[in-house]
Nanobody, 115 residues
């Protein structure tokens, strides 16, 4: 059983910063990829950023230059530093791990960017 727990969401003003963290626990042998997705009501969940076990990262065009993903495979954690936040970044953010052949999701954390 794999469990992912996110933290760090909240309310921030436009231009502000937040840092999301996600920690995995359970029976974990090999982490292939860690990442963050986000979802707003009525829309599909979309990729924000992901990072492989080899530390290759990939970002959605909408967050390039503003968000930074980092990970620690040994600690089984992934973080998302979000700077210069915009109202359109408002969403529920989910961390996700690909472990072996399975993908696992956290419960989600709300990020609201508003003045």
């Amino acid at each position: 059983q794999v469990r992912l727990v996110e933290s760090g969401g909240g309310l921030v003003q436009p231009g502000g910063s937040l840092r999301l963290s996600c920690a995995a626990s359970g029976s974990i042998l090999s982490i292939r990829t860690m990442g963050w997705y986000r979802q707003v009501p009525g829309k599909e969940r979309e990729l924000v950023a992901e990072i492989t076990s080899g530390l290759t990262s990939n970002y959605a065009d909408s967050v390039k230059g503003r968000f930074t993903i980092s990970s620690d495979n040994a600690k089984k954690t992934v973080n998302l530093q979000m700077n210069s936040l915009k109202p359109e970044d408002t969403a529920v953010y989910y961390c996700t791990f690909i472990i072996g052949l399975g993908r696992y999701w956290g419960q989600g954390t709300q990020v609201t960017v508003s003045s």
